[in-house]
């Protein structure tokens, strides 16, 4: 009960052999920050590319791992499950948006 106390930021609303989850978003983030900072690409094609890896990565995870425990119906759960699944789906219109290029008679 005192170690939930003070550090139960890590454990609100998970299993506690998943303590590790918010952790594991937190890097998640860091990546995030470190390639639209970086520039280490100079065309936006990779970027996303590296957007719609990490995102699937993420939701690969969650769906495999289900952090969260039963309260309220699974309700926590089910949000970061469909947080994730748009996500997921914003990237991929994302890098299809910029695969179709107009024509130029289009745009003219």
């Known amino acids: 009960p005192r170690c939930l106390r003070t550090f139960g930021f890590f454990c609100e609303g998970l299993r506690l052999k998943y303590w590790w989850w ?13 390639l639209g900072n970086l520039h280490i690409f100079q065309r936006p094609l990779p970027i996303i590319t590296c957007y719609s890896v990490i995102a699937t990565i993420s939701f690969a ?15 926590l759960g089910s949000l970061e499950r469909y947080g994730l699944l748009v996500r997921l789906l914003m990237c991929i219109l994302l890098q299809c948006l910029v695969l179709i290029k107009p024509a130029a008679a289009v745009c003219s």
């Open 22 to 34: 918010q952790l594991s978003k937190r890097l998640e983030i860091f990546f995030l920050y470190c």
């Open 61 to 75: 995870i969650f769906t495999g791992v289900k952090p969260f425990d039963i309260r309220m119906h699974r309700l």
